[in-house]
């Protein structure tokens, strides 16, 4: 399967032409630039090219090691060169460049300058300078201007749920540094263990950082106890304070800030358990909210703080804030006098006021608060920052509120997420997040203001590692939604552009490969588009691969050859079929597209909407319900539309009187994220479309906690009968069960394919 990624040569025609740029075919850069001035042809690095730097020592030492490192193996001149050298130098001022971090490359026929402001301005305008150079150590004659959209482009890794080690950890950097990213965040404590060393209290690490169980699901769904480090079975690990000194050490020397977050005041079962005075009720085992009444409870936060401040120099200290339960503190004594005390009437005030005074705390110390959208609740700390992962909401009222706001939303950048049909990937904890959704995120609103725009900080990816707990399965999730995500960060919106993206992925393909990086290939492979076409009663089916390799394909579930009918343009299927596809390239094949479609009496007939589509879940509309295609159980990859707070009632025109029996539809249920299934299921006929009669329904009860999460399908039967229009209605519930902690509330009802026969 590897072999299809050595690309680079096959694409160098796709970036002929180079995002609406002049067409050089040496320019395939990620993140795009700001801007280029190409003239064509090259300079060619070779064993005779020097390396100048004119910088501050420390920046020079850091850039000269760095190169020294890299696939150019340059020699260090020992006085300033005339000619055939890489000039690396750090200006006063830059023309046509604002950012700190920004730089201008100008390659001549007497080698290549790059200057910059600073020296983390001079190693991206390097980052460029490699990529330039990867095919045949060529840099295109011209010069190119760029700077960072954001000044914040992060990623965060957990540490938690499964331990990642100092050498992976430095590997993380590499990737990010080439990306141009900045700040690496990385979640050091939650409930499956804590990883980081703190002298003043050593069971964190001799007990917190140990449990029963290697693998977090095992764990979380058995007995989540933890165990004394060295004890037979003890699973976990820890960052020693001289490693988390050697991270921050070997991040700085790659111009990235290393930001740790502390849990508080929830996912903390694990300090709970080490020091169960620190809860509501003393016991361990119990609780995941510290006591905010317990003025311990500080002494413990300010303790800790102090060591973690100690030994990461970053402007921000991460406090999570997120998913506190806090139902403790509403029979706690010590949080109830806390309350009364300072005047306080919402529970939610008890985790502001823990928010505030931790943020006081740090500001004391020189840093400030950094925190979940969570700390918005009861009120926001004076000078914290908001790093919204619920939707951009958060965010959103964090800077209407005169707040520095960091974008996570989880639709967008939890690459904990799917990246393709579940069933073909390694288990993950849901969503859909695929290469083109990350690209298609653009943080900032039309409406804000220039003065919004500035409180927008920027944007961070999230990968959290409950299912996912080997290195090469982060590398997997990461990469390439990295890259894509590196183009939210720094390039300017108007330079974004999905397909021209696609044809600069390749050659930096060759670098997972060099550098031993494993990483998704579906940008490699077949897309396809199945939409129904009502006119001609067919589902037509559209196929391309980045670099438009030849395909084929079969209808009969065979497994495609070259022999097999190639690809020529869009098929047009009218008949039940299961249809595989194949790119065959010289290096290699794709993965094999696959879908079975099922074509029934109402397949590809026009369908009217009598009440809306949830805005959210919407996909392509309502055709999807009558296009022969199933759905999986993952309701975001565009084959379910949603219904929410409203019934779904459709009416089909079968253009003609047509004998019907049957009137199916299929539901899928995820219940902890309130999709459930009907209530209600319907079917009416009608001779001219407006007057119905009903002719079959059924009525279900409301789900229990036992009803499995799966695709429910039901099916109404009648006698047969003869009809132009159909009427189908569902409705949801409308009410979540007691037992559901949304209880009271709509549900989602996700619903695909209306099988009529």
Request: aromatic share 12%; glycine share 8%; proline share 5%.
């Amino acid at each position: 399967m590897k072999k299809l990624v050595k690309l680079a040569g096959m694409f160098l025609a796709l970036t002929l032409v180079s995002c609406g740029q002049q067409p050089v075919e040496e320019l395939s850069i990620i993140p795009v630039p700001l801007k280029a001035e190409l003239q064509g042809g090259s300079f060619v690095v070779n064993e005779n090219t020097q390396l100048w730097i004119e910088a501050p020592e420390a920046d020079k030492n850091q850039l000269q090691e760095y190169l020294a490192a890299s696939p150019l193996k340059l020699a260090v001149a020992a006085e300033a060169p005339s000619a055939d050298a890489i000039v690396l130098k750090q200006v006063a001022e830059l023309p046509g460049v604002n950012s700190e971090e920004g730089y201008v490359l100008t390659s001549t026929k007497k080698g290549v300058e790059v200057q910059a402001k600073t020296g983390a301005g001079l190693f991206y305008g390097v980052q460029t300078l490699l990529q330039m150079a990867a095919e045949g150590n060529k840099v295109a004659f011209g010069t190119i201007t760029d700077e960072p959209r954001f000044e914040y482009r992060g990623m965060m890794l957990d540490v938690s749920r499964h331990f990642f080690g100092l050498d992976f950890v430095k590997k993380q950097i590499d990737a990010m540094a080439y990306y141009k990213l900045n700040r690496l965040h990385i979640h050091l404590t939650d409930a499956a263990g804590w990883r980081i060393e703190i002298k003043k209290y050593p069971r964190l690490t001799n007990f917190a950082a140990w449990r029963s169980g290697k693998n977090w699901k095992e764990w979380w769904n058995g007995d989540r106890k933890y165990m004394e480090e060295g004890e037979e079975g003890a699973e976990g690990g820890y960052f020693t304070q001289d490693q988390c000194r050697e991270i921050v050490e070997y991040a700085k020397k790659h111009y990235i800030t290393v930001i740790p977050e502390i849990e508080m005041p929830s996912h903390s079962e694990e300090v709970l358990t080490a020091y169960p005075e620190l809860s509501c009720t003393h016991v361990p085992y119990k609780q995941a909210d510290f006591c905010v009444g317990n003025e311990k409870t500080f002494e413990f936060l300010e303790n800790v703080l102090l060591e973690v401040m100690e030994i990461f120099p970053s402007e921000y200290i991460h406090v999570g804030g997120d998913e506190a339960s806090k139902q403790s503190w509403k029979t706690c004594p010590l949080c109830q006098a806390r309350m009364k005390k300072e005047g306080m009437k919402e529970i939610d005030e008890l985790q502001s006021y823990l928010i505030k005074r931790m943020e006081k705390f740090l500001n004391k110390h020189g840093r400030n608060l950094l925190g979940w959208d969570e700390i918005l609740e009861g009120g926001l700390a004076p000078n914290a920052t908001v790093m919204s992962w619920r939707g951009v909401e958060g965010g959103l009222k964090a800077i209407e509120g005169g707040h520095r706001a960091i974008m996570s939303p989880g639709g967008y950048c939890y690459f904990d997420s799917y990246q393709d049909a579940p069933h073909t990937q390694p288990e993950a904890i849901g969503g859909y997040l695929p290469l083109k959704k990350v690209y298609s995120y653009d943080p900032i609103p039309e409406t804000f203001t220039a003065e919004q725009a500035k409180l927008m900080y920027g944007v961070q990816a999230n990968l959290w590692t409950e299912y996912i707990p080997t290195y090469s399965q982060v590398e997997y999730m990461e990469l390439p939604r990295m890259a894509a995500l590196s183009e939210i960060q720094w390039s300017s919106a108007d330079k974004k552009n999905y397909e021209c993206f696609l044809s600069r992925l390749p050659q930096l393909v060759n670098l997972y490969d060099v550098k031993g990086y494993n990483y998704a290939t579906h940008a490699f492979d077949i897309t396809g588009r199945l939409v129904p076409n009502t006119a001609e009663e067919a589902l037509e089916v559209t196929f391309k691969t980045i670099d438009n390799c030849p395909i084929y394909y079969t209808l009969d579930g065979t497994e495609p050859t070259a022999q097999s009918a190639k690809y020529e343009g869009a098929l047009k299927l009218k008949e039940s079929c299961v249809i595989k596809a194949k790119g065959i390239r010289a290096t290699g094949e794709t993965r094999i597209f696959t879908e079975e479609i099922k074509i029934h009496k109402a397949s590809f007939k026009p369908i009217t909407m009598l009440q809306p589509i949830n805005p959210g879940y919407k996909f392509e509309g309502e055709g999807v319900l009558l296009d022969g295609l199933k759905g999986n159980f993952n309701y975001k990859t565009g084959r379910w539309i949603a219904f929410y707070r409203n019934d779904m009632e459709a009416i089909i025109d079968m253009k003609q009187p047509t004998e019907i029996s049957s009137v199916g539809i299929s539901a899928l249920v995820e219940k902890g994220d309130w999709v459930f299934g009907p209530r209600k299921f319907s079917v009416a006929i009608s001779e001219d479309g407006k007057n119905f009669k009903e002719i079959a329904k059924e009525e279900y009860p409301e789900m229990t906690l036992d009803n499995a999460n799966k695709i429910y399908d039901h099916t109404l039967t009648f006698d047969p009968v003869k009809t132009q229009y159909i009427k189908v209605f569902v409705q949801p519930e409308h009410k979540l069960p007691n037992w559901h902690g949304g209880k009271g509330l709509p549900a989602y009802v996700f619903i695909d394919e209306i099988t009529v026969n």
